[in-house]
């Protein structure tokens, strides 16, 4: 197999602030993976994935194209996957060599989510199958049974309270809202008036680590009367016998983000919470998502599916692994200005919600493979 990629940079339709930054762009990388060259230039040939930075776990772009070049020594060796129980042990490969060169394991996780669903996406695309149809292959009798897709929250970044009216009257068709938060308290507070007083939308608050415990304990107190439904990640992640502490008395439920990046934190974080919020990027991609997905059901907690700032490449994924979860929030494409890939995939949102809109091979998108593609070089 042979690697190809694209530096892309995404912008954003507004400037997009949350507790620790603001942002108006977003740099991803997006990868090809085919059998030979001559592949990339064939529709429905090639599989695609999209690496998309997290820099808060040390996952930055320079580093993602440094890691190619090894990735592509190990799949020039390999044949096609062709199911998801290969794909398992491609990656797995993968992960052995990129720890052997010494990259931390939180650091790849961008590199392998990206991977991981370009080589699933290419074992759809040359079965002639939709990606849905693979993956239901790998599921028990009983995650197909309860297969649904979901509505989508819809996000309204930290803003005045004026212009947080407008955002809201804006998202028209959704019928979830989340708001950021992790200002003062009476901030917080003015944007949750804010956005109460003109929708009835179920209203969800996501603080990206910016409280100390006396402001989550006075905020949990306080937000179920805006008849809020969760909030998200209060504190920093390395506050958990405070979790443990607001867990005692709070009166909303809370879920974990920056909390939860593998396997091991559900189990860790099961009394510190009452659900947890799983992202592609940050966690490894599809394969390892699931698991924790269903990890998460051993313990009795509740699942939210997240995004990152993404294109519908990167987003399709997750779209795809959302009927198995009790939350969403995967509108990171829609609050771009320049997705290349808008509509062109198998599942899309519509009117708020996760739906199947095509049956195309694959996640049921390909990329004319111009100039701005570059074959990777496999390491020596």
């Not at 993602?64 to 090894?70: G, I, K, S, T």
């Not at 939709?130 to 930290?158: D, W």
Request: glycine residues 6%; contains cysteine.
């Amino acid at each position: 197999m042979k690697i190809s990629f694209k530096p892309f940079e995404l912008r954003l339709k507004e400037t997009f602030r949350i507790a620790r930054s603001a942002s108006d762009t977003r740099n991803v990388v997006l990868i090809k993976i085919a059998n030979a060259e001559e592949d990339f230039l064939r529709d429905f040939q090639h599989g695609l994935g999209e690496i998309v930075p997290y820099p808060y776990y040390g996952q930055t772009r320079e580093l993602a194209l440094e890691l190619l070049p090894v990735v592509a020594k190990i799949i020039d060796q390999l044949s096609t996957p062709q199911n998801l129980f290969e794909v398992r042990s491609i990656m797995e490969k993968i992960h052995d060599e990129l720890i052997r060169i010494g990259k931390g394991h939180l650091a790849i996780k961008h590199v392998e989510s990206a991977v991981g669903g370009a080589l699933m996406d290419l074992c759809a695309k040359l079965k002639n199958e939709p990606l849905l149809s693979v993956i239901e292959k790998g599921l028990t009798a009983e995650e197909v049974k309860t297969f649904k897709f979901p509505l989508t929250s819809y996000t309204l970044g930290i803003d005045t309270p004026e212009r947080m009216k407008e955002k809201t009257r804006e998202a028209v068709g959704f019928r979830i809202l989340k708001i950021k938060l992790g200002q003062s308290a009476e901030q917080d507070k003015e944007s949750v008036r804010a956005v109460r007083s003109c929708t009835q939308a179920t209203l969800r608050v996501d603080a990206n680590c910016g409280w100390d415990l006396p402001t989550a304990q006075a905020l949990c107190e306080w937000l179920p009367t805006q008849d809020v439904e969760f909030v998200e990640q209060p504190m920093p992640p390395d506050r958990h016998s405070e979790y443990l502490e607001l867990m005692k008395h709070t009166k909303i439920p809370i879920v974990l983000d920056e909390s939860i990046l593998e396997l091991k934190d559900i189990e860790k974080n099961r009394t510190a919470c009452h659900g947890v919020n799983i992202k592609f990027s940050k966690s490894g991609g599809f394969l390892p998502c699931l698991e924790m997905v269903r990890a998460a059901r051993k313990c009795n907690l509740k699942v939210m599916l997240g995004s990152m700032i993404e294109t519908s490449v990167g987003i399709g994924f997750a779209y795809h692994l959302s009927a198995l979860v009790d939350w969403a929030d995967l509108d990171g494409n829609i609050l771009t200005a320049n997705d290349p890939y808008e509509g062109k995939g198998n599942i899309a949102i519509r009117e708020g919600r996760i739906t199947q809109v095509d049956t195309k091979p694959g996640i049921g998108i390909t990329d004319p493979h111009g100039q701005e593609w570059k074959n990777v070089r496999a390491a020596d």
